[in-house]
């Protein structure tokens, strides 16, 4: 896609990569609708762009969600929809709290079909759907429950819409690496290659400039991980068992 003069939702754009990405597509062109369940960061953010319409929405609220859909349908139709919004709360599985828990599904998995049901006749033909997964779908690592699992999900339910959408819109699934965000300032642990927002957000950007499917990155982590995905448990299990 040519961001130059597109109309692009996105949906996390207060914080981390989100706000990242939508500084970077502003620069590519981009008109930009900015969302998140936080209006000041947004309102200084549409200010430092000298553009983007505020609608603020709590993607878990099927309601927000259709109010939000109207407002931007009353300006016309999308070129693209992005969908950052997540949470992210990790520990070991025996201390999950339920309403953490509970909270969590209805943000990362609940709120992304949400958000892709409301992609129908809200985007043009041949729009994009873009939704964020995370390599830590790609295998049950320890420590990082319950998200984990809700991105695994999210990348389950992402090959299901690529094809089912087709052709009339365009699925795409974002598998970012460690990204220096709030989100990751709960990890006590090294993170591997681990990007600033802004960078993340080019390789975003070009990504959804191309044709693949899926946009994964940094591909030093990322093959690694898709590998660790295709060996045998006893080999898998030893490998995630040393992490
Ligand atoms: N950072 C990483 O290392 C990393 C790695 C892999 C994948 N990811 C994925 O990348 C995406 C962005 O993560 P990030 O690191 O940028 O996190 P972040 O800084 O916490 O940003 C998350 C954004 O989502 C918004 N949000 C959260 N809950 C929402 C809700 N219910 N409704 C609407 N908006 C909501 C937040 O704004 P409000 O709180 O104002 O609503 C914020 O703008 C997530 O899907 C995450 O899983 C991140």
Request: charged share 25%.
């Amino acid at each position: 896609m040519d961001f130059n003069g597109k109309r692009i939702w996105i949906v996390g754009a207060s914080s981390g990569i989100g706000q990242a990405l939508a500084r970077e597509l502003a620069r590519r062109g981009a008109r930009l609708v900015l969302s998140a369940r936080s209006v000041e960061p947004l309102e200084t953010l549409a200010t430092e762009l000298g553009q983007g319409e505020v609608v603020p929405v709590d993607i878990s609220d099927p309601e927000s969600l259709d109010d939000a859909r109207g407002e931007i349908l009353a300006n016309g139709k999308l070129d693209a929809m992005i969908t950052t919004a997540a949470l992210y709360d990790p520990g070991h599985v025996d201390q999950i709290e339920r309403d953490s828990a509970r909270k969590l599904v209805e943000v990362n998995l609940l709120g992304t079909l949400w958000f892709a049901q409301a992609a129908k006749g809200l985007l043009r033909e041949g729009g994009q759907l873009v939704i964020f997964g995370s390599v830590a779908g790609y295998f049950g690592l320890p420590k990082g429950q319950l998200y984990s699992a809700s991105k695994a999900a999210v990348i389950n339910l992402v090959e299901s819409l690529r094809v089912e959408y087709a052709p009339e819109i365009d699925v795409r699934l974002i598998s970012p690496g460690f990204v220096n965000t709030r989100l990751t300032e709960k990890n006590d642990f090294d993170m591997p290659f681990v990007m600033e927002p802004d960078a993340a957000a080019r390789r975003i950007a070009d990504g959804l400039a191309g044709s693949a499917f899926e946009t994964h990155f940094p591909r030093r982590l990322t093959w690694g991980l898709k590998l660790l995905q295709r060996l045998p448990y006893r080999l898998s299990l030893w490998v995630t068992g040393r992490m």
